[in-house]
């Protein structure tokens, strides 16, 4: 079946940086646009990025464009999200997703999900 494993996360002070990766097995990666969330706590999870199929487009959020960068390689079936200049409210659980249409930027346009990875920025 598929599975989105995902790694990297944790602790860095503001304006730091973290990689997140994102393995996929299970499916036709490279027929797959992927996506990256994020939630905080007591909030709705919220759209990070997005990158086409054939990783010439991607999209991302406002409050992360200049600062983020997603990426993947079709031949390894992986997906990650370099995170660069952190700020305390980048603390979130990230997660990344496979949307079998377009580049979806809901919730509701994904139809695989990761386990989830904590990202905290301390100030």
């Known amino acids: 079946q598929a599975q989105l494993v995902q790694s990297g996360g944790g602790l860095v002070q503001a304006g730091g940086s973290l990689r997140l990766s994102c393995a996929a097995s299970?499916?036709?990666?490279?027929?797959?646009?992927m996506g990256w969330f994020r939630q905080a706590p007591g909030k709705e999870r919220e759209f990070v990025a997005v990158i086409s199929r054939s990783t010439i487009k991607q999209f991302y959020a406002e409050s992360v464009k200049g600062r983020f960068t997603v990426s993947r390689d079709n031949a390894e079936n992986t997906l990650a999200l370099q995170m660069n200049g952190l700020k305390p409210e980048d603390t979130a659980i990230y997660y990344c997703?496979?949307?079998?249409?377009?580049?979806?930027?809901?919730?509701?346009?994904?139809?695989?999900w990761g386990q989830g990875t904590q990202v905290t920025v301390s100030s």
């Open positions: 299970g499916f036709t990666f490279k027929d797959y646009a």
């Open positions: 997703a496979a949307a079998e249409n377009r580049m979806p930027t809901t919730v509701e346009g994904y139809d695989y």
